[in-house]
């Protein structure tokens, strides 16, 4: 089946920087979507990207449907506390019957005071 | 987005018994899916719950373990049969909302099921 590699792992930043993190994939997707799960909860949707070399923003979120459509990246400018949780990204390939998630292994961030 | 709701929120369970957990959503939606996210883990589809017909499994799933139901557009369930402490994992629905190009999928809370 299809495989998600998401990196990094888990990212230790201080309050203010910048964050990056990507997918990519062995094979195609014709959406990346990018969500993020707080303890105890289900993850929420961030950004949906629907076209290869699409960019996205939402408030200081940035996210790119890569050219190949294997790959993807989100960014956050600014960090502030509540961004601390884990970023999932998935990739869909709509139709024939294939129409659920695929997801990444997820990125831990981490904000030191 | 949608509101999505799952009963029940957590419950500990022993071996060999079975556990049914429901989805419930605000409006009318097409597509509904069941996920589980294992401890510390990602999350993976199980089945699309389809509307008027048997689950879509994906490999690896098998509808006698999780038997799922979806009698309308609004509401399904994912049975975990015979369960082992291997089950023991984050089970999750999602909706898809929307048609054509937008594709979003949202996520119910999860349920979080311990096997003893």
């Known amino acids: 089946g299809q495989q998600l590699n998401q990196s990094p792992q888990s990212m230790f930043i201080q309050e203010g920087e910048d964050v990056s993190m990507n997918c990519t994939s062995s094979?195609?997707?014709?959406?990346w979507l990018w969500y993020k799960q707080e303890p105890g909860e289900g993850p929420v949707l961030l950004i949906a990207l629907y076209k290869a070399g699409e960019l996205t923003s939402n408030g200081r979120l940035t996210a790119q449907f890569g050219i190949t459509r294997k790959d993807s990246f989100l960014n956050i400018s600014a960090s502030i506390p509540s961004d601390v949780g884990i970023y999932f990204c998935?990739?869909?390939?709509?139709?024939?019957?294939?129409?659920?998630?695929?997801f990444g292994k997820g990125t831990h961030l981490i904000i030191q005071p | 987005s949608a509101v999505i709701s799952q009963k029940p929120s957590r419950d500990i369970c022993q071996r060999g018994t079975s556990l049914t957990i429901q989805c419930q959503v605000d409006?009318?939606?097409?597509?509904m899916f069941w996920y589980r996210q294992q401890p510390g883990q990602s999350l993976t589809l199980i089945a699309t719950a389809n509307q008027g017909s048997e689950a879509t499994y994906e490999s690896g799933f098998v509808i006698d373990k999780f038997p799922i139901s979806r009698p309308n557009l609004t509401f399904s369930t994912l049975t975990v049969s015979n369960m082992s402490p291997e089950d023991s994992s984050i089970y999750l629905c999602?909706?898809?909302?929307?048609?054509?190009?937008?594709?979003?999928?949202?996520f119910g809370p999860g349920t979080r099921l311990t096997v003893l």
């Open positions: 409006s009318q939606v097409t597509m």
């Open positions: 999602s909706v898809e909302r929307g048609g054509g190009r937008s594709n979003e999928q949202f």
């Open positions: 094979s195609i997707f014709n959406t």
């Open positions: 998935a990739g869909q390939l709509k139709g024939g019957g294939a129409d659920g998630l695929t």
